[in-house]
C-alpha cells in the first residue's frame, strides 16, 4: 500500500486561480463580488485560500462539477 499524499492546507492566489480554472483577475473579481464586504477595512484582497474557500468560490464561479487537479 502507498502512502497517502497530505492534502494541501493553503493555496495561494495564483494556486487558486489555477485550480479553480479561471485567472486571477477573475478571482479577484468572483472574490470581491461574492465574498468581500465593502465594509471590511483594507482593501479587500485575499492572498491566501483554504480548500473550504475554493469549494465555495468553485460554486459560485459555476463550476460546481469540474474535478479538480491535486
Known amino acids: 500500500m ?9 493555496y ?3 494556486e487558486a486561480a489555477q485550480m ?8 479577484r473579481t468572483l472574490v470581491k463580488a461574492h465574498i468581500v464586504s465593502e465594509d471590511e477595512p483594507g482593501n479587500g ?8 474557500d475554493l ?3 468553485r460554486i459560485l ?3 460546481a462539477g469540474q474535478p ?3
Open 2 to 10: 502507498s502512502p497517502a499524499r497530505a492534502a494541501k492546507v493553503q
Open 55 to 57: 469549494l465555495v468560490l
Open 61 to 63: 464561479a459555476g463550476k
Open 68 to 70: 479538480t487537479a491535486q
Open 45 to 52: 484582497a485575499v492572498t491566501v485560500f483554504q480548500s473550504s
Open 20 to 27: 479553480l480554472g479561471i485567472s486571477i483577475d477573475e478571482l
Open 12 to 14: 495561494s492566489e495564483s
